[in-house]
């Protein structure tokens, strides 16, 4: 058996085109352009990468986009000040900040300084607390809301299903596991959360209906880990060198994808599942964030 490969580029193009539908009516009947501001602070390779796709997708889908660049160097103070003025700007709808942020400056003290209306990658405390009560006002992370549409949009069955997340990070894993635990019948999943320290991981994963990795470690999830049929997302972006490719690495996820395929019933690949809904998520937030704002229902 060979798994089907789901698209995360053409699911994610479904929600970008919901999203600029929305755009267009709200100009059109509200004289309103949402709008997005990301904060980029230093020149890691890998988030200069993600914040100009935001940007170029904003331009695509009609919203307006801010970017600011700090230096490497900049201060908590300088960046507090910064999402200050960005808290109160008419034109902002929407804030993120990319993480990794350099070590001088706290993330926690940044998220939390974000107002939790504008906060559209749903990790102030404020919106934390919403999505770990259940309270649907509030934002939820852009990756962990990408998984799940893209679970939703393929069909699978989520409701009684049993689903492993490896990884409990504040960005992917633990929010993952809330979202699909909720008592809505677009999730109502059975979550178990394994971590670095969880025993006998190969045997739970074997347990999976719903197979999520979200670790940082390159083909973690081999076949043996996987039982026949399962549904397998994997979240992992790694960079492993490869000389033959143009820039001398190519991107793979957490899953040993083509082992795992074989054995799986549905699997997203790497590059091209889970990222592109990343982006969608984000810019479907901003508007509603927009929407919201301007209490336009
Ligand atoms: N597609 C996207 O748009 C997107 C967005 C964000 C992140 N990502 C990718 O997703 C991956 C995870 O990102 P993250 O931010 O969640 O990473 P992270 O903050 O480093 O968290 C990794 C998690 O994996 C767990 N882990 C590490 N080694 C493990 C092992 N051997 N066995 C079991 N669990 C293990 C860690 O456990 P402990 O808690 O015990 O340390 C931790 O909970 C990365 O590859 C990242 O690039 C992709």
Known sequence: ???????????????????????????????????????????????????????????????????????STAGQR????????????????????????????????????????????????????????GDPTGFAPCTPSGVHQLLLRSGVAIEGAHVVVIGRSHLVGRPVSL?????????????????????????????????????????????DMVCVGAVVIDVGINRVEDKTAEKGYRLVGDVDFDAVKEKASLISPVPGGVGPMTIAMLMHNTVRAAKLRHEIA
């Open 1 to 71: 058996m060979s798994a089907r490969i789901i698209d995360g580029k053409a699911l994610a193009e479904q929600i970008n085109a919901e999203t600029a539908a929305t755009v267009a009516q709200l100009k059109a009947r509200h004289k309103l352009t949402p709008g997005l501001a990301v904060v980029l602070v230093g020149d890691n390779p890998a988030s200069v990468a993600y914040v100009s796709s935001k940007d170029k997708m904003c331009t695509r889908l009609g919203l307006h986009s801010e970017r600011i660049n700090l230096t």
């Open 78 to 133: 300088q960046l507090l000040q910064l999402i200050s003025d960005l808290n109160s700007k008419k034109e902002v709808d929407g804030i993120l900040v990319q993480s990794p942020l350099p070590k001088q400056i706290s993330e926690e003290a940044i998220f939390a300084a974000i107002d939790p209306s504008k906060d559209v990658d749903g990790l102030s405390p404020i919106n934390v607390g919403k999505l770990a009560l």
């Open 179 to 223: 979202i699909l635990s909720q008592k809505t019948p677009q999730a109502n999943a059975t979550v178990t959360l394994c971590h670095s320290r969880s025993k006998n991981l190969a045997e739970i994963c074997r347990s999976a209906d719903i197979l999520i990795a979200a670790i940082g470690v390159p083909r973690f999830v081999r076949a």
